[in-house]
């Protein structure tokens, strides 16, 4: 228990430092189905499951529009041989335009058991991004002819460290999660390249049975970064038969922090249809796609997952992660 409490006091520092003011950066990754990997925005799930876990997941944003953002992304989680610790491994490639960040992360959690039915975790994701920003691929005609001493014309290539932490509640029905990620503020007089901002997500969600072979499960999920309007998705999924994930998230943005009106808002609202079958009790496959509420409406935007799971026996029943 002693070690359970400096850690959570380690957590808690990391925090608060992760509270200063951070450099100006480009936005997180978007991704729609993080509500089936929770890894990919909260190092404190690894392991959570009690179960290995493979996934990965292939997003175009805003098909057809040029230098719009592409992300990749693979992650694998479980339990270890120590009761109540779970280990994560999180690749990223995400480039938007001429800018690109390959990643790669080190998760490692330990979970507190509250009572027989509720669980803290807490974890931390350890690693190193490598940012490239190739100047020689933007079209010299909307450019000025001058050179903008603020973009470079070459290509530019920066490998920087990155940290992660998270707290994840969850009961059989209930869960909550809040992270920080790009806690560390690298930026030297050489840095020519923007990195994403520091940014905080808290998210939440509940499963109810509607009958013996439907669930309903409503999740929020905020996103922060104190210096841009506020991100909310609200979503709603249907669990059919214990097979079938069908939902809708609808994604927007609020002035909690920041001074704009809400017609500027509404820029930022998006709509979107999220479907995941198991296509064997192992392996399921997830699709989802956006609708822009905005200009873009006519640029939807395709996302596809595919995952993997070990199952194991414990107490003579085999574990399932489908009502998580």
């Given amino acids: 228990m002693a070690n359970h409490v400096k850690i959570l006091r380690i957590l808690v520092v990391l925090f608060a430092l992760s509270a200063a003011p951070a450099a100006m950066a480009q936005q997180a990754p ?15 799930y690894a ?11 292939y997003r ?5 529009f040029e230098g719009a953002p592409t992300t990749q992304t693979l992650s694998i989680d ?14 990223l490639n995400d480039e938007i335009g001429v800018q690109r960040q390959t990643a790669v992360y080190a998760n490692a959690s330990t979970r507190i058991d509250l009572d027989h039915f509720s669980t803290l975790s807490l974890g931390v994701a350890v690693g190193a991004s490598q940012y490239v920003f190739d100047g020689t691929r933007l079209d010299p005609g909307t450019v000025s ?15 920087l460290p990155d940290l992660k932490v998270g707290l994840f509640f969850n009961t ?12 560390i503020p690298f930026k030297d007089s050489e840095t020519e390249i923007a990195t994403p901002r520091r940014h ?5 969600g509940y499963m109810f049975d509607l009958n013996q072979n439907i669930r309903l499960k409503p999740s929020i999920l905020v996103k922060e970064d104190f210096r841009s309007p506020t991100g909310v998705d609200l979503n709603t999924f249907l669990l059919l038969y214990n097979r079938l994930w069908f939902g809708a998230s609808y ?74």
Avoid: C
């Fill in 30 to 44: 978007q991704y729609t189905q993080y509500i089936f990997n929770e890894l990919v925005i909260n190092p404190a």
């Fill in 47 to 57: 392991g959570s499951k009690q179960i290995l876990n493979i996934n990965t997941t």
């Fill in 60 to 64: 175009n944003q805003w098909t057809g």
């Fill in 78 to 91: 479980g339990p270890t041989h120590t009761k109540n610790l779970g280990w994560g491994l999180h690749l």
């Fill in 145 to 159: 002819e001058i050179p903008d001493a603020a973009i470079p014309q070459g290509r530019v290539s920066q490998i």
């Fill in 172 to 183: 059989e029905r209930y869960y909550a999660g809040l992270s920080a990620a790009s806690l």
């Fill in 200 to 204: 905080f997500f808290l998210s939440t």
């Fill in 251 to 324: 994604r927007t943005a609020l002035p909690m922090f920041t001074k704009q009106e809400m017609k500027q808002l509404d820029k930022r609202n998006a709509l979107a249809v999220i479907a995941q079958v198991y296509v064997t009790q192992k392996f399921r496959v997830g699709y989802s796609y956006d609708m822009s509420l905005t200009a873009l409406r006519n640029y939807g935007s395709h996302e596809v997952s595919l995952g993997y799971t070990f199952l194991q026996k414990k107490y003579g029943r085999i574990l399932t992660p489908r009502n998580l």
